[in-house]
């Protein structure tokens, strides 16, 4: 088990990030967020915190291929290649931070 951690300064997220970052599911929930910076920043650091637990850079995986999910109660968690990894993600004012947990 690893553990992985990242922290997104929101007013850093440049328009257009989303398309690089977010796949087709997360796409139709940020149309429908009150805050879409903040979406689109915890979305960042949640997949960056999820790579950096596997042990691999930015560039060997793909944020895309990386897909936050949310429970019934609203807590996230991650999916990829079908699997469910477990998450925690929080705000505070201009900041997001995000916890990942890899298993093999």
């Known amino acids: 088990m690893r553990i992985g951690c990242d922290l997104v ?3 850093r997220i440049k328009p257009g990030l989303e398309k690089a970052i977010l796949t087709e599911l ?13 979406f689109i920043g915890g979305r960042f650091a949640l997949k960056e915190a999820f790579m950096k637990s596997m042990g691999k850079g930015i560039d060997s995986i793909g944020f895309r ?5 949310k429970e019934s ?3 996230p968690y991650i999916v990829y290649q ?5 998450c925690s993600l929080s ?3 201009d900041y997001a931070f995000a916890v990942a947990i890899y298993e093999d």
Do not use: F, Q, T
């Open 9 to 11: 300064y929101l007013p």
């Open 91 to 93: 705000h505070d004012g």
């Open 26 to 38: 997360e796409k139709e929930e940020l149309s429908a967020s009150p805050k879409p910076k903040e």
């Open 65 to 69: 291929s990386i897909e936050v999910r």
């Open 73 to 75: 109660g609203g807590a």
């Open 82 to 86: 079908g699997k469910r990894y477990e």
